[in-house]
């Protein structure tokens, strides 16, 4: 059952070359559902090749406010996540920040 109070937005960057998730995918997605209210990350996941790199992204988002955690949510990627998508995750994370602020501005 869909959750009224949740959608569900997804941010994109481009890969580096060399990366096993290039051979798959052409860009990085992050997917997160998030409260509609409070802009606060309830489960997240994106396109990197493996599951537990996956999982632990998703574990690294959630509980972000989209609306105030930006600053942080960067520096827990950076001091997390250590390998050749760390700027394509933060770039992606951003893009979803924007389409989230976008969704914001329609809304209210």
Known sequence: ??????LLIAGHARLP???AAKSVFDTLTITAEVDRKYGVIVEASCTLATDQARAFIGHI???ISLNEDMEYATK????NYR???TNALIAAFKDLHVHFQQYR???Y
């Open 76 to 79: 827990l990627i950076t001091d």
């Open 1 to 6: 059952m869909v959750n009224p109070n949740t």
């Open 83 to 85: 390998g050749k998508a």
């Open 105 to 107: 501005n329609e809304v």
């Open 17 to 19: 070359q060399g990366m």
């Open 61 to 63: 988002l959630k509980g």
